[in-house]
């Protein structure tokens, strides 16, 4: 199928390793320009270099998008070659902590981190999205917006805020050809994701080796439908959906790839 990606250019915030760099290659490999946004320089250069020697077209924004002037020299690298069509809203900061630990100085942290951050590159880039008259605007939020675990609270809540938002954003972009929608990704098997339930996997009987933890762990916190952790490439593939010309009547969407999650099993 396709996409009908060619032409436009893509700003995939956080996309120097895990989920963003999955949806940044799948663009670029649709045709997209895509301006890679990390806040490491040997990361976020690799991952542009890896797009260049597929035959894609990468270009590379550093900055802490959690500070306004780095928010503003990302949007000037971003559009320094032209307009921005496509808005991935994917960066955000994630610590495992209890109620107890998690400070009112960490909330306010992770949701700066979380929410705020992508609020700042909304308003740098949807504007002209509105003036030209297309746009797509896709936010990456998580199962845990509605069904939040006891744990880690301050990262629960900004993924409700990350979801209401966008459905927000798609009120406002009302009559306009410019849409935003969600992702809402299940437990997704990236590094973190691997090493967190490889620490706690013993301790909790799950097994020793990756083979004998993996499936324990799914039937223990994530049970579902396909019986698996999901696969970057599979929230790389909605987002790209979401950003074709396909999707022009979606919008105010959350689309679920969670494998079917089943609700409450938490």
Not at 57 to 74: K, Q, R
Not at 115 to 127: E, N, Q, T
Request: glycine letters at 10%; one cysteine or more.
């Amino acid at each position: 199928m396709e996409l009908n990606l060619s032409g436009k250019r893509a700003l995939v915030t956080g996309s120097s390793a895990g989920l963003g760099e999955a949806i940044a290659t799948m663009l670029a490999a649709e045709g997209a320009t895509v301006i890679v946004h990390g806040r490491h320089e040997a990361r976020t250069n690799r991952v542009a270099d890896t797009i260049r020697e597929a035959g894609g077209v990468a270009i590379v924004a550093l900055g802490d998008l959690t500070t306004d002037a780095a928010a503003d020299e990302v949007a000037e690298v971003a559009l320094a070659d032209g307009p921005v069509d496509i808005l991935v809203n994917n960066a955000g900061f994630y610590r495992h902590l209890s109620w107890n630990d998690a400070t009112p100085d960490e909330w306010a942290s992770t949701y700066n981190a979380n929410v705020i951050s992508g609020v700042r590159m909304i308003r740098r880039l949807v504007p002209q999205m509105r003036e030209r008259n297309w746009g797509r605007v896709v936010t990456i939020g998580g199962g845990l917006a509605l069904q939040p675990m006891n744990t880690h609270p301050q990262y629960n809540a900004t993924l409700a805020a990350r979801h209401n938002l966008a459905v927000s954003l798609a009120r406002e972009l009302k009559d306009t050809r410019v849409t935003s929608n969600v992702v809402s990704p299940g437990a997704m098997l990236v590094e973190a994701t691997k090493d967190l339930v490889t620490d706690i996997g013993p301790a909790r009987g799950w097994g020793q080796t990756w083979e004998d933890i993996e499936p324990n762990a799914v039937n223990s916190l994530i049970p579902n439908d396909r019986g698996r952790f999901g696969k970057p490439e599979e929230i790389a593939a909605a987002v790209a959906y979401l950003c074709s010309d396909y999707a022009e009547y979606v919008s105010g969407a959350t689309i679920r790839v969670d494998g079917g999650h089943i609700k409450g099993a938490f």
